[in-house]
């Protein structure tokens, strides 16, 4: 017999999510003095108090939450994150804080390749703890999915333990988990980037698909790091393997790398500071989302990405937090207020592109579906039961509070798993 999990009522609004017909526009469908019904894991009717509670009365619930004067949106879903790691980098804020720029601190030891060493020297459960530490803290901020890439390990032995981090969370933590292999992160201080893609491509990616656990596969196409060459390469050979390609593109200089996401139909290309105009249009017509980092944007001071660009072309917008020890937030509130304040996008858009957005980056170009439900990051019928309760009438508080977690529950497929 079907349980009904939870039934939310009452609100002042709730946040259905995106138009049908407007992906990640500007308009959002809402219900005032709204309610949500969840069973079996599953939104089953969303709409007016009156009507929902009529079919689903709240005393009947597992979970009843009376939600009056609070808004109620879908759960965030971060779709790029390095979240699994080791050590404290917070030295190095202080260094750019000083006027050391992220080229400079890698070149004295600092950046990527010092968490790389401490990674390696972390044990499994050391691993999996730190993870698990940073998901808590998500999930009180209201992620209730989140990507999560390797790329500290640069050895197919250490790739393969990050992995395996990332899978032991998505088995044991309520956020959902969806693993990235990204072992093109950076190149070993003893290689060079000619030797160290053979590597990725003939040593990592092989132990990658067998092992089993990571759904796509990343790269970080920049100057100094891979070329638009290599990168198409590394990406190539993992979508041979069963993987799907994403690539870090177009953050410090523009060097192609968003036309090679587009060119091998990417999920998601991320970053994207120095994309034209054309490579929006590229990723508009090949189906990629535009993945949007504000939060690495103010945490290395530069300039922002101009979400307009993507929206006119016509592509699919994202927000994720990009959180890592370089960018040290895992709220995703926090990006939205920063998409809106810096970035200029509506409370509206930038809502529906830390949700639906995210989504949309964690699912396959060619239709075949992905590693989260269809609808997630909504709450229409149908959806998971993924939904947040604001301690605030709107989803505008949201960008509105800008510095304060306005997530008072958080409710993980009908399950309480917050507040």
Same mark, same amino acid.
């Given at each position: 017999?079907?349980?009904l999990d939870?039934?939310?009522?009452?609100?002042?609004e709730?946040?259905v999510?995106?138009?049908?017909s407007?992906g990640?526009?500007?308009s959002?469908?809402r219900?005032?003095d709204?309610?949500v019904?969840i069973?079996?894991g599953?939104?089953e009717?969303v709409?007016t108090s009156?009507?929902?509670i009529?079919?689903?009365p709240?005393?009947n619930a597992?979970?009843a939450?009376?939600?009056a004067?609070?808004s109620?949106i879908?759960?965030f879903?971060?779709?790029h994150t390095?979240?699994?790691?080791?050590?404290?980098?917070?030295?190095e804020?202080?260094?750019?804080?000083r006027?050391?720029d992220?080229?400079?601190?890698l070149?004295?030891?600092?950046g990527i390749?010092?968490t790389?060493?401490?990674?390696?020297?972390?044990?499994?459960d050391q691993?999996?703890a730190?993870?698990?530490?940073?998901?808590?803290v998500?999930?009180?901020h209201?992620?209730?999915?989140?990507?999560?890439?390797?790329?500290?390990g640069? *050895?197919t032995e250490s790739e393969?333990r =990050? @992995?395996? &981090?990332?899978?032991r969370a998505?088995r044991?933590?309520?956020? $959902?988990v969806v693993a990235?292999?990204?072992g093109?992160h950076?190149?070993?201080d003893d290689?060079?980037?000619a030797g160290y893609t053979?590597?990725?491509?003939?040593?990592q990616?092989?132990?990658?698909?067998e092992?089993?656990?990571a759904?796509?596969?990343?790269v970080?196409?920049?100057e100094?790091v891979?070329?638009?060459a290599?990168?198409?390469r590394v990406?190539?050979?993992?979508?041979?393997h069963?993987?799907v390609?994403?690539?870090?593109?177009e953050?410090?200089a523009?060097t192609?790398?968003a036309?090679?996401?587009?060119?091998v139909s990417?999920?998601s290309a991320?970053?994207?500071?120095?994309a034209t105009e054309?490579?929006a249009?590229a990723?508009? *017509?090949a189906?990629v989302?535009?993945? =949007? @980092?504000p &939060?690495?944007?103010?945490?290395l001071?530069?300039?922002?990405? $101009?979400?307009?660009?993507?929206e006119s072309a016509?592509?699919?917008?994202?927000?994720?937090?990009?959180?890592?020890p370089?960018?040290?937030s895992?709220s995703?509130g926090?990006?939205?207020?920063l998409a809106c304040?810096?970035?200029k996008?509506t409370p509206e858009s930038?809502l529906a592109a830390?949700?639906h957005?995210?989504?949309?980056a964690?699912?396959?170009t060619d239709?075949?579906?992905?590693?989260?439900?269809?609808?997630?990051g909504?709450?229409?019928p149908g959806a998971?039961?993924?939904?947040?309760?604001?301690?605030?009438p709107?989803h505008?508080h949201v960008?509105y509070?800008f510095?304060?977690?306005?997530v008072?529950?958080?409710?993980?497929?009908g *399950?309480?798993v917050?507040?």
């Amino acid at each position: 017999m079907p349980e009904l999990d939870a039934v939310i009522y009452d609100a002042a609004e709730i946040v259905v999510g995106p138009e049908p017909s407007g992906g990640d526009s500007k308009s959002l469908q809402r219900y005032e003095d709204a309610a949500v019904a969840i069973v079996d894991g599953v939104v089953e009717s969303v709409g007016t108090s009156e009507a929902v509670i009529a079919d689903f009365p709240p005393e009947n619930a597992t979970t009843a939450i009376d939600a009056a004067g609070k808004s109620v949106i879908p759960g965030f879903v971060d779709s790029h994150t390095h979240a699994v790691f080791a050590g404290d980098r917070s030295d190095e804020y202080a260094a750019r804080l000083r006027g050391a720029d992220y080229q400079e601190i890698l070149a004295e030891g600092g950046g990527i390749l010092r968490t790389v060493r401490a990674v390696r020297d972390a044990s499994d459960d050391q691993l999996l703890a730190n993870l698990q530490a940073e998901l808590d803290v998500a999930l009180e901020h209201g992620s209730t999915t989140v990507e999560v890439k390797s790329g500290y390990g640069l *050895d197919t032995e250490s790739e393969l333990r =990050l @992995l395996e &981090a990332i899978d032991r969370a998505d088995r044991s933590h309520p956020v $959902d988990v969806v693993a990235t292999f990204m072992g093109a992160h950076a190149i070993p201080d003893d290689e060079d980037a000619a030797g160290y893609t053979e590597r990725v491509i003939d040593d990592q990616l092989p132990a990658v698909a067998e092992q089993g656990i990571a759904t796509f596969c990343d790269v970080f196409c920049e100057e100094d790091v891979f070329t638009p060459a290599q990168s198409r390469r590394v990406l190539t050979a993992g979508r041979d393997h069963g993987l799907v390609p994403k690539i870090h593109a177009e953050e410090f200089a523009h060097t192609g790398g968003a036309r090679v996401g587009a060119d091998v139909s990417a999920a998601s290309a991320d970053h994207l500071l120095q994309a034209t105009e054309d490579d929006a249009e590229a990723l508009a *017509d090949a189906g990629v989302v535009a993945t =949007l @980092l504000p &939060a690495a944007a103010f945490s290395l001071d530069t300039d922002y990405a $101009d979400p307009a660009t993507f929206e006119s072309a016509g592509a699919t917008v994202a927000l994720a937090s990009d959180f890592n020890p370089n960018c040290h937030s895992q709220s995703m509130g926090f990006t939205v207020a920063l998409a809106c304040s810096k970035m200029k996008m509506t409370p509206e858009s930038a809502l529906a592109a830390a949700t639906h957005g995210g989504a949309a980056a964690l699912t396959h170009t060619d239709g075949a579906g992905g590693p989260v439900p269809a609808k997630t990051g909504t709450l229409r019928p149908g959806a998971p039961g993924d939904a947040l309760v604001l301690d605030a009438p709107s989803h505008v508080h949201v960008p509105y509070s800008f510095g304060v977690n306005r997530v008072e529950t958080v409710l993980k497929g009908g *399950d309480r798993v917050h507040g």
